[in-house]
Nanobody, 127 residues
Framework: QVALVESGGGSVQAGGSLRLSCILF????????LGWFRQAPGKEREGVAA????????VYADSVKGRGTISYDKRKNTLYLQLNSLNVEDTATYYC????????????????????WGRGTQVIVSS
């Protein structure tokens, strides 16, 4: 059983940066796909960025391209999302997700591809 615990959320001024972290517990398979998703108040959850434990792939939603960087530290079993130039539209609860195995890169931002989810960390961006 895989458990995911996010941290790093908080309140930040527009234009600032945050780094979100997600620790994977119960890592039992050789490879996982890993993703960051977010859900803003009154909106559906959307994929933000995704990669895999091998670090061979990284995909980003258009909304964060050029501002976000996803990475995975194998030694620490920790997934990161660095977000820069934050704006109020980035306000949301951010979730990390994982699933054993691999997936077509075109599907990595689909929440249907993920079995394991964290409880989320809230990010509030003020203008």
């Amino acid at each position: 059983q895989v458990a995911l615990v996010e941290s790093g959320g908080g309140s930040v001024q527009a234009g600032g940066s945050l780094r979100l972290s997600c620790i994977l517990f119960g890592y039992a398979y050789s490879d996982y796909i890993l993703g960051w998703f977010r859900q803003a108040p009154g909106k559906e959850r959307e994929g933000v960025a995704a990669t895999n434990t091998g670090g061979r792939t990284a995909v980003y939603a258009d909304s964060v391209k050029g501002r976000g960087t996803i990475s995975y530290d194998k030694r620490k079993n920790t997934l990161y999302l660095q977000l820069n130039s934050l704006n109020v539209e980035d306000t949301a609860t951010y979730y990390c997700a994982a699933n054993p195995g691999a997936a077509n890169s075109e599907l990595l931002l689909s929440e249907d591809e993920y079995m394991y989810w964290g409880r989320g960390t809230q990010v509030i961006v003020s203008s």
